[in-house]
């Protein structure tokens, strides 16, 4: 795959953006397309930097954003302001399902990582629903029958995109392309992921809070103030992988909940 070089561009204004916008629109004029995507490259940049975070080492970022890049050309020529949607919102999806698109693909998430995910944010859950209270590994450990060392074994192999992203907590495994980050703009502070269908995002707030304090934590500090899982490992004075740990926990206990209890919680 050949490497993305966006040229440097310096951002429009949201008056230039509006005449590009109808131009484009209005006469589908290419330059005013490429105008376009230049001026919203940062969406990609931002998305590719954010996924590239659970990957193995061997995937480019460079490879990322040219997998983002062909989202964002989509983005553009099917967006449509009429629909009362932001653009980055309605970008930031395309792009993040034309990098998912991609990475499926490449088929380096085996079944068997998925299944396991599965097994234990379904474990998670009916521990949650008995005990009235979030599971310890002990626990969790001794409901499916396996070790502690063997669960820790699991909790590290499902650290992967697919399965262990907030922003997919609205719908099924493969429906990642109904998600989506509401972005100020490419000089802003890291943004906080939402939901974007309103009962989901409440339903996810309540089942944060019945999160253990420390994975509460790492939730807080990686989607709300953006921080990466080392950033975070050095606040709390943990290793990366300690935190990327607590953060499988955490997400693999959202899904667990909002599969299991979603009308209890609305």
């Not at 953006?17 to 230049?38: C, F, G, S």
């Not at 990582?113 to 097994?119: G, I, L, P, S, T």
Request: net charge negative; hydrophobic share 40%; charged share 30%.
């Amino acid at each position: 795959m050949g490497k993305a070089e966006m040229p440097q561009v310096t951002q429009k204004s949201d008056e230039e953006l509006r005449e590009i916008w109808q131009l484009y629109r209005r006469e589908k004029d290419p330059k005013a397309r490429r105008e376009l995507i230049l001026n919203y490259s940062y969406l990609v940049k931002y998305v590719a930097g954010r996924v590239m975070i659970h990957l193995p080492s061997y995937v480019e970022l460079d490879d990322l954003i040219s997998y983002g890049t062909i989202g964002l050309i989509d983005a553009v020529q099917g967006f449509n302001p009429e629909q009362g949607v932001k653009f980055s919102t309605y970008a930031v999806a395309r792009i993040k399902g034309a990098i998912y698109d991609a990475l499926r693909a490449m088929d380096w998430v085996p079944r068997s990582v998925r299944e396991k995910a599965k097994m234990v944010s379904k474990a998670m859950a009916e521990l949650e629903q008995k005990n009235k209270k979030a599971p310890t590994d002990e626990e969790l450990a001794a409901h499916l029958g396996i070790s502690q060392e063997k669960l820790e074994k699991i909790l590290n192999q499902v650290t992967i995109p697919q399965v262990m992203s907030l922003d997919g907590l609205g719908g099924t495994d493969d429906e990642e392309e109904g998600t989506s980050i509401d972005i100020p703009g490419p000089s802003a502070d890291n943004p906080l992921n939402i939901v974007q269908d309103k009962d989901m995002k409440e339903l996810l707030g309540k089942a944060i809070e019945r999160l253990p304090e420390k994975e509460k934590l790492v939730v807080a500090l990686y989607y709300h103030e953006g921080l990466t899982l080392r950033e975070i490992g050095e606040v709390l004075d943990l290793s990366a992988a300690r935190i990327s740990q607590l953060h499988s926990k955490a997400i693999l206990r959202l899904r667990g909940m909002l599969g299991r209890e979603k009308d209890s919680f609305l």
